[in-house]
């Protein structure tokens, strides 16, 4: 036994050292070095147990895969799959955009490596009366493919509807591919993989959790929405596949308000591919390729920014903070959980120094409480430059959308706090078109007359139990 006890000892003090030693060659920041170093010495074994499920930016070693999504597929297939991208392609002048967003739209292509697509119908869709019937029609009439990813999809009621939709278009001969999160699958029961098994659909998870051997990824998730029906129409957005239960609609209680989109045009091409990287990553299949782009007839110049620990690191917030840089009038943004990184935070300082108006809508009753607290824990940062922060009342707003200047919009699965800013793989839309972001706009504005403004005297105003509180919640908000 004392030999037994020994050996546990020199085990647990190595597990110190290699976990401190980490800590101190990979992490970047020397905060979250030093806090990592610290913890994973004076708190041994739990220490050291954190930080490798924590603390280790295995995702990104792991998520590399994703750059190279089909390994197998041909020349052939991909030149019919439509034009690569050409980094000698026009210059932004020939876009219907404003000149002075030019610059942030070369900006986002060297970032991304996506071109700017013109010619794309957007059509906004609130919530899941408006949302949840154009994307049920637009699985009926699919005659070629149906790719849907969600987080959340629930097995009963609404979701039940769309297996239902699916599993016809299997029937007809449609090629139907659908893939959820592993952890978003265990917000309803039964979970939709096996109801999806009993329909017979092709479905993944993404990333799925095991117990033998565990799965340390659960950190990792995708938390982008998609529908892509026929390669010609796309559904994008905040919405999750579930409805308000019939319990609470008997009672009149509102449920979840949320935005989604509808895309036309060369855009949804872009989607499409995205999609098909997911899935191949998920399964290995590699030979779908997707259809090539439709041409369409709306106004908007669009573009898709992915978010993902992978090569797609932190290429949301640089591109965010670059186009917030060039705002000259007003930065609108509506998110439901909203705890930016310091370059974001500083873009939107600077931003209200410079005279810009800054309008950031927030939920008053939050899903995430904790956020919500760690929210109010840096807000003060924000209020003391004059920038507006509205709380807008029940029921909780889901939706996300940033506006510049009557010009430029972002609309996607995004929000602004470090889960989607550097641990989930999610999808942004990147949008030049004034009548899009004058709707946008609109819908902000009426949020705004119905809700509460916040004060930096309201914050200093807090006791100090709910201080304690907040300050707490923030300090674990990387892990939110």
Not at 134 to 158: D, G, N, V, W
Not at 214 to 221: A, K, Y
Not at 338 to 356: K, M
Not at 367 to 386: C, D, F, I, K, S
């Amino acid at each position: 036994m004392p030999i037994f006890h020994w050996l546990l000892v020199i085990f647990i003090a190595s597990l110190q050292i290699f976990s401190a030693w980490h800590a101190l060659l990979y992490k970047r920041d020397p905060k979250g070095s030093w806090a990592w170093i610290v913890t994973c010495i004076l708190f041994p074994p739990i220490g050291p147990i954190l930080y490798f499920l924590l603390g280790i930016n295995r995702v990104r070693t792991k998520a590399k895969k994703l750059k190279w999504y089909w390994p197998l597929i041909s020349i052939e297939a991909l030149e019919e799959a439509g034009p690569e991208f050409d980094e000698n392609q026009p210059s932004m002048s020939s876009f219907i955009c404003s000149p002075v967003f030019h610059p942030i739209a070369e900006f986002s292509q060297a970032v991304t490596k996506r071109p700017l697509l013109e010619k794309n119908g957007i059509q906004i869709l609130f919530n899941s009366v408006e949302a949840f019937p154009e994307m049920l029609t637009a699985i009926e009439s699919a005659e070629k493919s149906i790719y849907l990813a969600t987080y959340i999809m629930e097995s009963r009621h609404t979701g039940l509807e769309f297996i239902q939709a699916l599993d016809r278009a299997c029937k007809r001969g449609v090629t139907v591919r659908v893939m959820i999160d592993a952890v978003g699958e265990l917000y309803t029961l039964p979970i939709i993989g096996s109801v999806m098994k009993k329909f017979n659909i092709p479905f993944t998870r993404f990333i799925p959790l095991r117990l033998v051997p565990p799965s340390p990824f659960i950190n990792l998730r995708n938390h982008r929405k998609i529908l892509v029906v026929d390669g010609k129409t796309g559904f994008t957005g905040g919405m999750n596949i579930r409805g308000n239960s019939p319990r609470r609609e008997r009672k009149g209680v509102p449920g979840i308000q949320d935005t989604h989109f509808k895309l036309t045009g060369p855009i949804v091409n872009q989607m499409e591919q995205i999609f098909l990287e997911d899935w191949g990553f998920c399964t290995g299949e590699s030979n779908l390729v997707p259809h090539p782009p439709f041409p369409g007839e709306g106004e908007a110049v669009c573009r898709i920014i992915t978010v993902g620990p992978n090569q797609d690191l932190n290429k949301l917030n640089m591109t965010i903070t670059g186009a917030m840089t060039l705002a000259r009038e007003r930065i609108a943004i509506m998110t439901p959980y909203f705890l930016p990184h310091r370059e974001l935070i500083g873009a939107i300082q600077s931003a209200a120094l410079r005279g810009i108006q800054v309008d950031v809508i927030l939920p008053a009753k939050n899903n995430l409480p904790y956020v919500h607290w760690a929210t109010r824990n840096m807000l003060w940062e924000l209020l003391q430059h004059g920038i507006n922060v509205y709380y807008q009342p029940p029921p909780f707003n889901h939706s996300k959308m940033l506006t510049i200047d009557g010009l430029y919009a972002q609309i996607g699965t995004a929000n602004l706090d470090p889960r989607s800013l550097r641990l989930n793989f999610e999808l942004v839309v990147e949008v030049f078109d004034a009548e899009l972001v004058n709707s946008l706009n609109s819908h902000m504005d009426q949020v705004i007359t119905r809700s509460k403004r916040t004060s930096l005297g309201e914050l200093d105003n807090r006791n100090l139990l709910v201080r304690t509180r907040d300050s707490f919640c923030w300090l674990f908000s990387p892990y939110f």
